[in-house]
């Protein structure tokens, strides 16, 4: 909204912080159950509800195809049904409330349930449920101009990783305004969409049957989890227990420690084992999984916070994530450079600490500005050509992550029916290309799938079907030992194996793909 008011729309009152814009959509902001009238009561004169009288929704509900009115008054009854209503007792009229915060032009509120708010996980998906009254009132009051009793929006912002307007029921694409219930809903509003950029599958979803423009947002940084505390105690000490020889004591001291922490920690729940009355030779395997669940522990991939539209991360959380999306490589060039051999090896705590220590510090090195064969020299006395490399894509994945603060500006360009430029759509870690986000991305590039190396592992897993189904009839005559049909469900998470499933079709219908210089 800061970005909107300095951009010229008409955003009235003081605009509100974070904390201060949650507080208010939690107290006046929310949807109300039917099992809670009482709320709907106080929501009423605090100032942030918009009452829209039931005469003039029919009006609006009288205009859809006869059938679409039907499927509705069957599943929910005739209007106004119970969700979100409210009669004045004093005139007897009855009316559909819209919670919202208003600033001018601009409101804040919430899309309607699509029930009655005590089972909607199951209803969110649902679509063989239509949608219900209120719910059809709040996007025809959206649309209407204001002399028609609407709001009359120009253009409607979805907020959230998916909302459930573009799982109504209808067609699964090429939907039609006349009898698709997310066609009929949204009209020919402009539906700007903020979108995670890594889920590609529901995003195609919004943009398919929601008719949404996406504006794609960074995920928080993506970081290793490392340990803290009495886990890295406990790692530290089952090193030591393994690495002991002949000192007995020191050996019974570093059992005891790790029967006990791990009691605390309730790992031995995670590992299924009890470590009391266990033989020293059993007792030594169960120390040598614990320290690789530990040491998993310590590498496993975790997001670090949350992500802010149109601040991408910087300082720490940054340089975490780009050590992430350059990979193992990059460590295990670093390990070699500073003579941790064996690498990974979480029994070299002094060489785990140390790569810890010079993977970062040679990033900060960059982010100071020096130059990349320089920051080696000073991290670690020596460069390496390898390492070069390593460190000239941090650089550009530092720019890119910088440049993600043209969300905001992107998202107003939608506003203003300007040009979104496209792009891929995945996990950056992954696919670093999906940087810098503020883009909307696409499904699948044509020209990109499939990789020979998708290819090869789509013809073998086509391969093993037909091993697999003539496994399954032994009996069968030779010409029906293949299957007569088969059938492959193109999920939009299959985009991002670089067409391994599209390879994997093209095997089992006899083509063979051919690439081009």
């Not at 799938?449 to 003539?470: F, H, N, S």
Request: proline share 6%; net charge negative.
């Amino acid at each position: 909204m800061d970005a909107m008011n300095r951009s010229g729309y008409s955003v009235k009152g003081e605009i509100p912080n974070e904390t201060e814009i949650i507080r208010m959509m939690t107290l006046n902001g929310t949807n109300i159950g039917t099992w809670a009238p009482g709320e709907l009561e106080r929501l009423l004169p605090s100032g942030t509800a918009t009452l829209i009288p039931v005469e003039t929704y029919l009006g609006w509900f009288g205009k859809l195809e006869s059938e679409r009115q039907k499927e509705v008054n069957e599943r929910w009854g005739e209007p106004p049904g119970e969700i979100m209503t409210w009669d004045n007792e004093t005139t007897g009229e009855e009316y559909f409330v819209i919670p919202n915060l208003s600033f001018g032009n601009v409101i804040l509120t919430p899309q309607p349930t699509r029930g009655w708010l005590q089972n909607n996980t199951v209803l969110y998906h649902n679509k063989d449920i239509p949608p219900h009254h209120q719910y059809i009132a709040f996007y025809f009051w959206l649309k209407q101009e204001q002399e028609s009793g609407g709001f009359g929006a120009d253009a409607i912002m979805h907020f959230g990783k998916h909302r459930t307007q573009e799982w109504l029921p209808g067609k699964e694409s090429a939907l039609s305004s006349r009898y698709c219930w997310p066609a009929i809903l949204i009209q020919d509003m402009p539906v700007i969409y903020p979108y995670i950029v890594d889920n590609i599958a529901e995003g195609t979803q919004a943009k398919r049957r929601g008719s949404a423009t996406i504006i794609t947002h960074m995920t928080p940084p993506i970081v290793a989890a490392g340990l803290y505390g009495n886990y890295t105690n406990l790692l530290e000490t089952t090193s030591d227990y393994l690495a002991s020889r002949g000192d007995a004591a020191v050996k019974e001291a570093c059992k005891e420690t790790i029967t006990s922490e791990c009691e605390e920690l309730h790992l031995d729940d995670d590992l299924n084992v009890s470590l009391t009355n266990l033989t020293n030779v059993v007792f030594y395997d169960v120390v040598v999984e614990l320290e690789g669940y530990l040491y998993d522990l310590k590498t496993d991939l975790m997001p670090y916070g949350l992500h802010t539209f149109g601040e991408p991360p910087e300082g720490e959380p940054k340089a975490s994530l780009i050590i992430t999306m350059l990979r193992d490589g990059y460590k295990e060039e670093v390990a070699r450079m500073i003579g941790y051999e064996g690498y990974p090896n979480s029994r070299q705590v002094a060489n785990e600490s140390k790569l810890d220590n010079c993977t970062m510090q040679l990033i900060e090195e960059v982010f100071n500005g020096t130059h990349v064969t320089e920051a080696q020299m000073v991290v670690l006395n020596q460069s390496s050509d390898n390492l070069t490399a390593y460190l000239n894509n941090a650089t550009g994945f530092s720019d890119d992550i910088a440049n993600c603060t043209i969300e905001v500006n992107r998202t107003l360009d939608g506003f203003d029916c300007g040009y979104i430029p496209p792009s891929s759509a995945d996990d950056p870690i992954r696919d670093p290309d999906t940087l810098p986000t503020g883009r909307k991305f696409y499904s699948m590039n044509p020209q990109a799938v499939p990789t020979g190396e998708a290819c090869e592992v789509g013809q073998k897993m086509a391969d093993a079907l037909i091993e697999r189904y003539q496994e399954d009839h032994p009996n069968e005559t030779y010409n029906e030992t293949y299957p007569k049909k088969l059938a492959i469900v193109l999920w939009a998470w299959a985009m991002t194996d670089h067409g391994v499933v599209e390879s994997q079709i093209l095997h089992l219908v006899g083509s063979k793909a051919v690439w081009d210089e």
